[in-house]
């Protein structure tokens, strides 16, 4: 029998848990004093976990918990609060040596923040080991952190737009490489050429929290040139893409499980009628599908399809030598070899799911066909001429017609809001402020996160957060007051306080809000007792 923490022995403890607070209905935030205390709790939880206990997110000063159920999370909240550490040993066997040129655009202003010349900044980098703290940003990013504080400086005053794949660099007290393009805030100090993220690896990842890591000064660096992938065959049963705008993707329900390597979960925004479009076609429930945004997409049946629409609704016709018909939203459809179906923008709401008996197959990472619009996982937008195969059908039969759930037209849509973990940063009247006020979703929202504007919420607090663990639905509150709901794509660590998280329940609600909706929040039971 499996021992978990609240039953295990207990050794002689040096370590404790700070603090514990609530993040919705399904996390739990342990704070901690120092990260070799990180690593430890999530050595700890990761050997013997809690029942109903589902992932942990270490970060910098803190570990995510993230639980099954409302019922699980209380437990888990009540048991870390009791909970012992034993001192962190590092066990693990796995060392990565990484070949780094020191040529960074930045090497000069480091050695002038550490009061040392850049040959000591090199020898100081190269010198001691490095242990992955935690990972987050994008997928193989790892905060490495030091023996010693030498190489402690600022992260620029003004972040990068585009910082190149294999920099190798500095902020705070931890250094990183990128693993691919991205915007960004550290100062470079170097390159390399060695790929911390690889789908085609078994471990994509090649460092993971607790991993060990020495770099190694080179002069240059081998280039290593990744295979180009053989096309798919166009042939076999399919759909030919006619039309479509750039927010289509491919989505099945994700990839839970991997924000210990820094990968969300991401999948379709609309869950529940994901589900729905493949009941009505016969398909297991997270076959991948297409995720549409605004309408704006023609497809050509290669053989004789099954197709169902569901989400928000929106005008199918169908379209063959014999004229045109409109088909039914929430019903299954044949769509016979050679016709072609044209989807309208939606009447209300704004994703649509058109599933096809068998499910489209699309290259798998990490166990779904998912596209990760933050993470650069999984396939890109679908493209005009794009041929997408489907899977032999399922044995199950279709489904009958369903009734579809209203989605948001010109009214108010209502969230309700669990407790967050840093509403303590906040003006005692911010909750007030949050919940007494219609919000308005704005043009830059995204699978990301959803942007809000309104009256801004007052912070008393004005220091830098640092990273925490984030799930979908976070109400994370950056300096300018206006709040951002994170959605499927989100990070899975973030820096500026949550002062809620939006309830599981109202998550396929809130990827129906078009730009320019309107938000009113309202507090769920589980925060009213919190605060109370």
């Given at each position: ?6 039953t ?176 960004g ?7 390399t050429?060695?790929?911390?993220w ?14 060990s890591v ?97 989400g ?68 890109e ?60 979703v704005?043009n ?55 002062i ?18 309107r ?14």
């Amino acid at each position: 029998m499996t021992s978990t923490p609240e039953t295990q022995p207990h050794l002689h403890n040096e370590s404790r848990v700070r603090s514990v607070r609530a993040v919705g209905e399904r996390g739990v935030l342990a704070e901690l004093a120092a990260p070799h205390d990180v690593l430890a709790l999530t050595d700890l939880l990761n050997r013997n976990p809690f029942s109903g206990q589902r992932e942990v997110v270490p970060a910098a000063e803190t570990v995510l918990v993230t639980a099954e159920s409302p019922t699980a999370m209380l437990r888990i909240k009540k048991g870390l609060q009791h909970l012992s550490i034993p001192p962190y040993r590092h066990t693990s066997d796995k060392l990565v040596e990484i070949e780094t040129v020191y040529d960074g655009e930045d090497l000069e202003v480091v050695a002038e923040l550490a009061g040392i010349s850049p040959e000591a900044v090199v020898a100081a980098h190269t010198g001691q080991l490095w242990t992955v703290a935690f990972t987050g940003f994008v997928p193989g990013f790892g905060y490495m952190v030091g023996e010693n504080d030498v190489l402690t400086v600022p992260r620029r005053d003004t972040p990068r737009t585009n910082v190149e794949a294999g920099s190798v660099a500095l902020g705070g007290s931890y250094t990183g490489v990128y693993p691919r393009q991205t915007p960004g805030g550290w100062q470079i100090i170097g390159h390399t050429s060695c790929p911390m993220w690889d789908s085609e690896r078994t471990e994509p990842a090649l460092v993971s929290p607790g991993t060990s890591v020495r770099y190694k000064a080179v002069r240059d660096i081998a280039q290593v040139t990744k295979s180009v992938p053989v096309p798919r065959k166009v042939d076999g049963p399919g759909l030919k893409v006619l039309r479509s705008l750039p927010l289509t993707l491919i989505q099945d329900l994700g990839r839970p499980g991997h924000a210990a390597i820094g990968v969300s979960r991401c999948g379709a925004l609309d869950q529940g009628s994901l589900r729905r479009a493949n009941r009505l076609v016969g398909n297991p429930s997270g076959a991948a599908a297409m995720e549409i945004v605004d309408g704006g997409l023609t497809v050509q049946a290669v053989g004789d399809q099954i197709v169902a629409l569901a989400g928000a609704p929106a005008r199918m016709q169908i379209t063959s030598v014999n004229g045109s018909r409109d088909a039914d939203v929430a019903c299954p459809v044949a769509l016979m070899d050679g016709e072609t179906l044209v989807l309208s923008p939606p009447t209300t709401g704004v994703r649509s799911y058109l599933a096809v008996r068998g499910g489209i197959e699309a290259e798998e990472v990490l166990g779904s066909r998912s596209a990760d619009t933050m993470g650069g996982l999984g396939p890109e937008p679908l493209a005009v001429g794009q041929f997408l195969p489907v899977a032999p059908a399922p044995r199950t039969a279709v489904g009958e017609p369903e009734q579809q759930p209203d989605f948001p037209a010109d009214e108010v849509s209502e969230l309700e809001l669990g407790p967050g973990p840093r509403a303590d940063w906040f003006a005692s009247d911010a909750l007030q402020a949050l919940f007494n006020q219609d919000w308005t979703v704005t043009n830059d929202s995204n699978r990301i996160g959803m942007r809000l504007s309104g009256t801004p919420l007052e912070r008393i607090r004005h220091d830098e957060l640092p990273s925490e663990g984030t799930i979908c639905g976070v109400v994370q509150v950056p300096p300018t007051g206006h709040p951002v709901v994170f959605l499927s794509d989100h990070p899975v660590t973030g820096g500026y306080p949550v002062i809620a998280v939006v309830a599981p329940k109202d998550l396929d609600k809130a990827a129906q809000i078009a730009a320019g909706g309107r938000v009113r929040f309202k507090p769920s039971p589980l925060m009213t007792e919190s605060t109370s």
